[in-house]
Nanobody, 127 residues
Framework: VQLQASGGGLVQAGDSLTLACAASASGRPFSLYGMGWFRQAPGKEREFVAAISSTGGSTDYTDSVKGRFTISRDNAKNTVYLQMNSLNFEDTAVYYC???????????????????WGRGTQVTVSS
């Protein structure tokens, strides 16, 4: 699976942004992959942001983005999204999407659980 993240950019604090991650066709249906978003700010370790199960029926978020970010997916389009509202300076980071093969719907919070990673898209929030 190849993942291509897009939608990053430079925004002001309080603005919204939607990231998209498109998965290329593989031998397994996209609908069998749990998907996640991670981010890495300069000088910091990569951190979990959000996850969605293969069916889209379950989602999980890190505390700092709950109520502001929404993860969703369109299995017909092989795409996962991250809607980000009320952005603040602390959200500045490179955002990565990841895919983990999980035929049984599972939420994956840890990076080690994922099999494939995209190249990342930069999100910069000016204060």
């Amino acid at each position: 699976v190849q993942l291509q993240a897009s939608g990053g950019g430079l925004v002001q604090a309080g603005d919204s942004l939607t990231l998209a991650c498109a998965a290329s066709a593989s031998g397994r249906p996209f609908s069998l992959y749990g998907m996640g978003w991670f981010r890495q700010a300069p000088g910091k370790e990569r951190e979990f942001v959000a996850a969605i199960s293969s069916t889209g029926g379950s989602t999980d978020y890190t505390d700092s983005v709950k109520g502001r970010f929404t993860i969703s997916r369109d299995n017909a389009k092989n795409t996962v999204y991250l809607q980000m509202n009320s952005l603040n300076f602390e959200d500045t980071a490179v955002y990565y999407c990841a895919a983990g093969f999980r035929p049984i719907p599972t939420l994956l919070r840890h990076g080690s659980a994922y099999d494939y990673w995209g190249r990342g898209t930069q999100v910069t929030v000016s204060s």
